[in-house]
């Protein structure tokens, strides 16, 4: 889905440099989640640096980037009602078991940790539901020995 990020790349590449590279397919979705919270440009901006860092330094490309954005989105302005959510979280755990059999929880934890070096992300998770969607998981599970967490 997409490439290795270097070390090199991830210590200097800037902030406007992985923006760049994510705004124009993240900008739908940013647009309709500026119109449906009110946000200001300055905190559009602020999360648009922060969901880029997060998915740059899960290693996913732009256009994956763009669905599941969209779909957090969507989400946050329709949550799913509970027999959903906890459909998801059952179908994340079982794709987890099966794909990685050995090391499933411990996948899961450095995923955990990866959400967590991004509080605003992960409140857009947790709002959204999507932190338990199969989508998001198995993407973020995947990457797990890659994870880069948050620059400060």
């Given at each position: 889905?997409?490439e290795p990020?270097?070390?090199?790349?991830l210590?200097?590449r800037s902030?406007e440099?992985?923006?760049?590279g994510?705004?124009?397919?993240?900008a739908?979705?940013f647009?309709?989640?500026?119109?449906s919270?009110?946000?200001?440009?300055?905190e559009t901006?602020?999360?648009?640096t922060?969901t880029?860092?997060?998915f740059?330094g899960?290693g996913?490309n732009?256009e994956f980037?763009?669905?599941?954005?969209?779909q957090?989105v969507?989400?946050?302005?329709r949550?799913?009602?509970?027999?959903?959510?906890?459909q998801?979280?059952?179908?994340?755990?079982?794709?987890?078991?099966?794909?990685?059999?050995?090391?499933?929880?411990?996948r899961?934890?450095k995923?955990?940790?990866?959400?967590?070096?991004?509080?605003?992300i992960?409140?857009?998770?947790?709002d959204?539901?999507?932190?338990?969607?199969p989508?998001v998981?198995?993407a973020l599970a995947e990457?797990?020995?890659?994870?880069?967490?948050?620059r400060?």
């Amino acid at each position: 889905m997409s490439e290795p990020i270097s070390e090199a790349d991830l210590f200097f590449r800037s902030d406007e440099s992985v923006v760049s590279g994510y705004e124009p397919s993240l900008a739908d979705s940013f647009h309709q989640l500026q119109d449906s919270t009110g946000m200001s440009a300055a905190e559009t901006k602020s999360l648009l640096t922060e969901t880029s860092q997060f998915f740059y330094g899960a290693g996913i490309n732009s256009e994956f980037a763009s669905k599941l954005h969209g779909q957090i989105v969507q989400h946050i302005q329709r949550p799913p009602d509970n027999p959903t959510f906890n459909q998801w979280q059952t179908e994340s755990r079982q794709h987890l078991r099966e794909k990685y059999p050995d090391d499933a929880d411990e996948r899961m934890e450095k995923v955990k940790a990866y959400v967590n070096s991004h509080p605003t992300i992960r409140k857009q998770l947790e709002d959204s539901g999507m932190g338990s969607h199969p989508d998001v998981i198995l993407a973020l599970a995947e990457r797990a020995n890659n994870l880069r967490p948050r620059r400060k």
